[in-house]
Structures are given as C-alpha cells and as structure tokens.
C-alpha cells in the first residue's frame, strides 16, 4: 500500500512540474509576442548604436561641450511621427543649451533603453552632476530620449511631454528593462 502511495504522489508531482514547465515556455512565448514587427528585425548592433549615440552625447557634455551635444539632438513631428526628424530650431538650441549649461555633468549611465517602433522607442540615462565623496552620495538627474531609426540612421530626439510625448517604460517596469540592458552590455563586454 505505501509503494502506491508512493507513486501516486511521485506521478502527481511529476506531472505538477511539467504543468509548471510549460506555464512558463508559454509565458515566455506570450512576452516574446507583444513585441513589435519593429522590435522583432532589430539585432545587437542597433542596441550598441543607441549606446553609442547616447555615449557621445553625453561625451560632449562631460568635456564641457554643449554646443556639440546639443546639435546632435532633433525633434520629431508628433502629428507624422513617420515625418524625418528635424534639429533643434534657434529657440530649443538656446533653452537646451541653457539647461545643459546650468548643471555641468561628470559622468552618466544608461538605466535602460526600450525599442517599440522606428518613431517611438526611449533612453532613460542617469547624469551625474557630482560624484560621491566625503561620505555624501553623488548628485544625479535623470533625462529621458527618444531614439529614432530613421532611414537606418539612428537619431538622437528629445524627449517633451509639452508636445504630447508618452513614456513607454513605466516606472515600474524600468528595473526589469534596465536588467535585460545590463545583459546586452555585459554580453557586448564579453565579446
């Protein structure tokens, strides 16, 4: 009677763990399928070309360079998102240049970068204004872009909820899209 018993259990506990099993490859094919045509024909290459976008950008300002930052930015046509991006007119230059000059950055991070389509994808990145020391932590902000693959090219455009931009990574969802980032980058470290 106890080796039935025995079985009983060991087969309900086998067939309990292949239920699990499949819920999870089912799970994974169900995230793996809310991504965009767009997201589906990117590869390495276009996460390490934001990377590097980014990186440049923010190269600028480290060195005190605003002027180059800022004319790497563009803006993009919310009413024809499919419309070519365009750099920053005399006004956006002279208020970004402005922010950018009021608070001199040290150094930055990438926190995540989201791909949804050619016209609609984000950056969040980390500047430091002031590096740890002395017991206090390092001062930060944070900025938010919008890379745009345009023609294959990809551009660096603001980010501005005055003219109906939308984030499309919630705040609680940033952790989890930061950690797949720091699988790439560390992936790309590797090679």
């Known amino acids: 009677m106890n080796r039935s018993i025995f079985s009983f259990f060991g087969c309900f506990l086998l067939a309990l763990l292949l239920s699990l099993a499949s819920c999870r490859q089912e799970k994974s094919r169900t995230a793996e399928s809310n991504a965009t045509a767009f997201e589906n ?3 390495n290459s276009d996460t390490t070309d934001v990377i590097n976008l980014v990186d440049t950008f923010f190269g600028y300002l480290e060195q005190g360079q ?4 800022v004319a790497m930015l563009f803006t993009m046509d919310n009413n024809n998102p499919h419309a070519e991006p365009q750099l920053l007119d005399n006004e956006q230059i002279a208020r970004t240049t402005s922010l950018f000059s009021a608070f001199p950055i040290v150094g930055h ?3 995540y970068i989201k791909f949804r389509e050619t016209y ?3 950056v969040k ?3 430091i204004i002031q590096e740890a020391q002395d017991g206090m932590p390092e001062m930060t902000t944070s900025f938010v872009f919008k890379p745009y693959d345009y023609l294959s090219v990809w551009r660096l455009c603001t980010f501005n909820t005055e003219v109906g931009d939308r984030r499309i990574v919630s705040h609680e969802d940033a952790d989890s899209v930061g950690q797949r980032l720091n699988g790439v980058l560390s992936d790309r470290a590797s090679d």
């Open 41 to 43: 024909s990117l590869n």
């Open 66 to 69: 605003v002027a180059d930052a």
């Open 109 to 111: 991070r990438i926190d």
């Open 120 to 122: 609609n994808n984000e």
């Open 125 to 127: 990145v980390t500047a």
